[in-house]
């Protein structure tokens, strides 16, 4: 009975979960119980920069903290959608922090990525009164937002316009992201990056250097929308031939729009992706030892 209860959901979703969206299914799942939710503080000007902070519940010192970015082919997407997400690291002791940023065709790159550099500073400056230790700081995304995270972890210019630098993060985790997509093929994504002229300087892979933070790279391994072996295959190569510590996990029960939903609690036996998150974090980007409670 539960396998064929998890056959129709996962029927669901595949059918619900179009160009990354969420699905309102997963958060009527997700239960409260883990955490206090603080929702829509301000970070910017703009109706969009807006983000919600999960804080673990009964949290007795300063936890990690891990930035969430969605995905929706920086044309559609809401913070809101992605309680499951919130839930899932607050239930293993992280402070969530799920940030909007504006999307096309209000505006085009990088303009998103500038957002994300203002939620990743106003989380240094104002994440203790959450529960969260700022020095362990960590930017995390699904599709799009993955591409987000990668470039706040790899271009210095968009931390450094907010007085920050790629060092102020411990780590950075890519969940089917595209980090080398040129030419587009997407017709709904070309004109976020001016196609046919897009610029080389869009793509994360081009932004690799010995000083990048280290990296957690998860995909499905017959991804149909983004290449896992050309994107989170090529640039965990690339981050590796300049000494860049990185994991790289691929997992074959689970596609693009599943990947992210093994995070939610009816879905978790799909994939480990929520124990390599928290092992990733808990280990300070890989730098030291970790196990999990009841790991040998």
Same mark, same amino acid.
């Given at each position: =009975?539960?396998?064929?209860?998890?056959?129709?959901?996962?029927?669901?979703?595949?059918?619900?979960?179009?160009?990354?969206?969420? /699905?309102?299914?997963?958060? !009527?799942?997700?239960?409260?119980? !883990?955490?206090?939710?603080?929702?829509?503080?301000?970070?910017?000007? %703009?109706?969009?920069?807006?983000?919600? /902070?999960?804080?673990?519940? %009964?949290?007795?010192?300063?936890?990690?903290? $891990?930035?969430?970015?969605?995905?929706?082919?920086? *044309?559609?997407?809401?913070?809101? %959608?992605?309680?499951?997400? #919130?839930?899932?690291?607050?239930?293993?002791?992280?402070?969530?922090?799920?940030?909007?940023?504006?999307?096309?065709?209000?505006?085009?790159?990088?303009?998103?990525?500038?957002?994300?550099?203002?939620?990743?500073?106003?989380?240094?400056?104002?994440?203790?009164?959450? #529960?969260?230790?700022?020095?362990?700081?960590?930017? =995390?995304? &699904?599709?799009?937002?993955?591409?987000?995270?990668? =470039?706040?972890?790899?271009?210095?210019?968009?931390?450094?316009?907010?007085?920050l630098s790629p060092q102020a993060l411990r780590g950075w985790i890519g969940l089917a992201g595209p980090y080398d997509f040129l030419?587009?093929?997407?017709?709904? /994504?070309?004109?976020?990056?001016?196609?046919?002229?897009?610029?080389?300087?869009?793509?994360?892979? *081009?932004? $690799?250097?010995?000083?990048?933070?280290?990296?957690?790279?998860?995909?499905?391994?017959?991804?149909?929308? $983004?290449?896992?072996?050309?994107?989170? +295959?090529?640039?965990? *190569?690339?981050?590796?031939?300049?000494?860049?510590? $990185?994991?790289? &996990?691929?997992?074959?029960?689970?596609?693009?729009?599943?990947?992210?939903?093994s995070l939610a609690r009816p879905l978790r036996g799909l994939a480990p992706v929520l124990d390599e998150v928290?092992?990733?974090?808990?280990?300070?980007? +890989?730098?030291?030892?970790?196990? !999990?409670? +009841?790991?040998?």
């Amino acid at each position: =009975m539960r396998t064929t209860w998890r056959l129709a959901l996962l029927l669901v979703l595949s059918g619900a979960l179009l160009a990354c969206s969420p /699905v309102g299914i997963l958060n !009527a799942l997700t239960p409260e119980s !883990a955490y206090r939710k603080t929702a829509d503080v301000v970070f910017g000007d %703009d109706p969009r920069q807006r983000l919600d /902070v999960y804080t673990p519940r %009964d949290l007795q010192t300063a936890a990690p903290v $891990v930035v969430f970015f969605y995905g929706g082919s920086w *044309n559609s997407g809401a913070r809101a %959608d992605y309680q499951f997400v #919130g839930e899932a690291l607050a239930s293993k002791g992280l402070v969530a922090v799920i940030a909007d940023y504006r999307l096309y065709p209000q505006v085009r790159y990088p303009a998103f990525l500038q957002d994300g550099a203002q939620a990743v500073a106003w989380t240094t400056r104002e994440i203790r009164r959450y #529960g969260g230790d700022p020095a362990q700081l960590f930017v =995390m995304g &699904h599709s799009a937002g993955a591409y987000n995270a990668a =470039m706040l972890a790899l271009d210095p210019r968009l931390l450094g316009a907010v007085a920050l630098s790629p060092q102020a993060l411990r780590g950075w985790i890519g969940l089917a992201g595209p980090y080398d997509f040129l030419p587009i093929v997407n017709p709904s /994504v070309r004109p976020v990056f001016f196609y046919p002229n897009s610029p080389a300087d869009s793509q994360p892979i *081009n932004h $690799v250097s010995a000083a990048a933070p280290p990296a957690l790279l998860l995909a499905a391994e017959d991804d149909d929308l $983004v290449n896992p072996q050309r994107n989170s +295959g090529g640039l965990a *190569n690339k981050l590796r031939a300049v000494g860049v510590s $990185v994991e790289e &996990h691929y997992y074959g029960r689970t596609n693009h729009l599943t990947l992210v939903a093994s995070l939610a609690r009816p879905l978790r036996g799909l994939a480990p992706v929520l124990d390599e998150v928290e092992r990733f974090v808990r280990s300070d980007g +890989g730098r030291t030892p970790w196990r !999990a409670p +009841g790991d040998r």
